[in-house]
């Protein structure tokens, strides 16, 4: 077998396409220029060819493919750069031949030389992207209430507001502003570009049309909003005599507990509306402690994105950190990224603004990981304690008890987004 792996080329994307297609089941769309790789460019991709082979239009057969977005997220209140992992697929007759173990080695070290010292993806499979390193950085939690359990504790007070329904073009501008604030000092949002917003969030393509039109709820005046809600709303989605209507809301974002409020009280005045669903909520989402019978939303909880650490030193030195604080941590085992092997001293200021100082030194470590565990703890996902209690981390009660300080997120991880 005699295979190259490269980045595809403009006229090779097709194979991309149609990889998705076949490696997803139709369900990001069929054909070359499916909804699953709508947008990404060549330079993205990395892939195995087979020399050896062709497809129907003569070119070198792709065998397994794969691309990495150029995202921004938020790390504890701080921007820095992420490899957004995609469209992994190979094909069923050259699986078990290490083709993705190749293109991750060779990915990672590309993407450190960029920049982007995390990695991250939603996984089709744990077990596949386990073995590279990668763990769970967020969860979602789904709700689905009928608009007559919308009962709230707190009765409309001067802490709510107005809510106005608009179409998405008109107050795009208006709740990015919104969006911006809401994700500063959060944990694996992504910054929007306006293609993202358009291509996703907005999009009323693809799967969504069967939604319905795409809408959008704002809390408070148009030129300050306080909060605002993306949603769509279609009849014949639930079986019932009087509310066969569902509202699916897409975005969620408030800059206080009264916007939630306001926004919720909302879909309660949509009287033929049996079902409120919402697929993508973050596990801290007040709606639980506002509902009079938190019950009805019927929430449950789901694994969501993955992260892997492909730069170690740089990833710790441009996360945000609460407090002020010294933490030596040694990585081993990781052969992958060998360069994050080895043991690092993490000095913080104690301001999520600024940045924390990581060195290589020769001291004794405070606890002791590996590159997968240091992700689920790197993301707020999981205590130090917790992988303790595991065996995923070694350490000293006192390491472990500061590192459970040192990595404790403001808010719980999320990402809203599907790439």
Request: with cysteine.
């Given at each position: 077998m005699?295979?190259d792996?490269?980045p595809?080329?403009?006229?090779?994307?097709?194979?991309?396409?149609?990889?998705?297609?076949?490696s997803?089941?139709?369900a990001?769309?069929?054909?070359?220029?499916?909804?699953?790789v709508?947008g990404t460019?060549?330079e993205?991709t990395?892939?195995?060819f087979?020399r050896?082979?062709?497809?129907?239009n003569?070119?070198?057969l792709?065998?397994?493919?794969?691309a990495?977005?150029?995202?921004?997220?938020?790390?504890?209140?701080?921007?820095?750069?992420?490899?957004g992992?995609?469209?992994?697929?190979?094909?069923?007759?050259y699986?078990r031949?290490g083709l993705?173990r190749?293109i991750?080695?060779?990915?990672?070290?590309e993407?450190?030389?960029?920049?982007?010292?995390?990695?991250?993806l939603?996984?089709?499979?744990?077990?596949?992207?386990?073995?590279?390193?990668f763990?769970?950085?967020?969860m979602n939690?789904?709700?689905?209430i009928?608009t007559?359990?919308i009962?709230l504790?707190?009765e409309p007070s001067q802490?709510t507001?107005?809510?106005?329904?608009?179409?998405?073009m008109?107050?795009?501008?208006?709740?990015?502003?919104?969006?911006?604030?809401?994700?500063?000092?959060?944990?694996?949002?992504?910054?929007?570009?306006?293609s993202?917003?358009?291509n996703?969030v907005?999009?009323?393509?693809?799967?969504?049309?069967a939604?319905?039109?795409v809408?959008?709820?704002i809390?408070?005046?148009?030129?300050?909003p306080?909060?605002?809600a993306v949603?769509?709303?279609?009849a014949g989605?639930?079986?019932?005599?009087?509310?066969p209507?569902?509202?699916?809301?897409?975005?969620?974002?408030?800059?206080?507990?009264g916007?939630v409020q306001?926004?919720?009280q909302f879909?309660?005045r949509?009287d033929l509306?049996?079902?409120v669903?919402w697929?993508?909520a973050?596990?801290?989402d007040?709606a639980?402690?506002l509902?009079?019978?938190?019950?009805?939303l019927?929430?449950?909880?789901?694994e969501?994105?993955?992260w892997?650490?492909?730069?170690?030193?740089?990833?710790?030195?441009?996360r945000?950190?609460d407090?002020?604080?010294?933490?030596?941590?040694?990585?081993a085992?990781?052969?992958?990224a060998?360069?994050n092997?080895g043991?690092?001293?993490?000095?913080?200021?104690?301001?999520?603004?600024e940045?924390?100082r990581?060195?290589?030194?020769?001291?004794?470590?405070?606890i002791?990981l590996?590159?997968?565990?240091?992700a689920?703890?790197?993301s707020?996902?999981?205590?130090?304690?917790t992988?303790a209690?595991w065996?995923q981390l070694?350490?000293s009660?006192?390491?472990i008890a500061?590192?459970?300080?040192?990595?404790t997120?403001?808010?719980?991880?999320?990402c809203?987004?599907h790439?």
């Open positions: 005699d295979i792996i490269r595809a080329s403009a006229e090779e994307m097709g194979q991309l396409g149609l990889m998705a297609s076949y997803y089941g139709g990001f769309g069929d054909g070359e220029d499916n909804i699953a709508s460019r060549p993205w990395l892939c195995a087979d050896q082979a062709e497809d129907e003569a070119r070198p792709m065998a397994t493919s794969y990495a977005f150029p995202f921004t997220i938020r790390a504890n209140g701080r921007a820095m750069a992420m490899a992992i995609s469209i992994v697929g190979t094909r069923p007759e699986r031949r993705l190749q991750m080695t060779r990915a990672f070290a993407q450190r030389e960029r920049g982007q010292s995390v990695a991250g939603w996984a089709s499979q744990a077990a596949i992207y386990q073995r590279y390193g763990a769970p950085a967020g939690r789904e709700y689905a009928d007559v359990d009962a504790m707190s802490d507001y107005s809510v106005s329904r608009h179409r998405p008109a107050v795009l501008n208006d709740i990015r502003e919104v969006y911006k604030t809401f994700i500063a000092k959060r944990t694996g949002y992504l910054h929007r570009g306006k993202l917003w358009l996703a907005l999009s009323e393509e693809g799967g969504s049309a939604d319905g039109p809408y959008v709820a809390a408070g005046p148009k030129d300050s306080q909060g605002y949603y769509t709303l279609r989605q639930v079986k019932h005599a009087s509310r209507q569902e509202i699916k809301i897409r975005d969620f974002a408030w800059l206080n507990t916007a306001s926004l919720w879909f309660a949509h509306v049996g079902r669903s697929a993508n973050p596990m801290d007040p639980q402690s509902m009079m019978e938190p019950r009805m019927h929430a449950r909880d789901s969501a994105t993955w892997r650490i492909v730069d170690v030193a740089t990833a710790l030195s441009q945000g950190y407090h002020e604080s010294r933490l030596v941590l040694s990585i085992g990781d052969d992958l060998p360069w092997n043991t690092w001293r993490i000095d913080t200021p104690g301001y999520p603004e940045e924390a990581v060195t290589a030194t020769d001291e004794v470590p405070d002791r590996s590159v997968r565990a240091l689920g703890l790197y707020g996902m999981y205590s130090a304690r992988l209690n065996g070694a350490g009660q006192q390491g500061i590192a459970d300080r040192l990595f997120t403001t808010f719980a991880p999320h809203p987004d790439y």
